[in-house]
């Protein structure tokens, strides 16, 4: 399930590092709600499926005067090392520059929104 996962941040660096407009990647459930917290952080511009191969998503990439957005995306949990937090450990985390990803028992969120619901998770990734 992961190496998905690692696809994904894979092929947003190496695009972005390209200088990329959009990417496509293969398309399924835990990617889409991924792509889904980018999208609504503002990490990247829009994501769809592919009208040519339904089976692949295209997902359009964010500059900023020809910078890209995302500086830097870091997998946190690895399947031979999970990371979980509490949500007293978001709060010693008070980083403004980053977001941190964490699977919840209410689905995929930000530091932010685990923090308002006063939950933890496990750490999927870093974004800055």
Request: overall charge positive; charged content about 20%; some cysteine.
């Amino acid at each position: 399930m992961n190496h998905l996962l690692w696809n994904l941040y894979a092929g947003i660096k190496n695009g972005y590092s390209a200088k990329k407009i959009k990417i496509k990647q293969p398309k399924n459930n835990l990617c889409a709600k991924i792509l889904n917290i980018f999208y609504k952080e503002g990490f990247i511009k829009s994501y769809q499926v592919d009208p040519l191969n339904p089976k692949k998503f295209e997902i359009f990439l964010k500059y900023n005067m020809g910078q890209p957005i995302i500086t830097n995306l870091t997998p946190m949990s690895i399947p031979s090392k999970k990371i979980y937090i509490k949500v007293s450990g978001l709060w010693k985390l008070h980083n403004g520059l980053s977001v941190f990803i964490l699977s919840t028992t209410r689905g995929f969120l930000t530091d932010k929104q685990c923090k308002q619901m006063n939950l933890g998770g496990k750490v999927f990734c870093k974004v800055k």
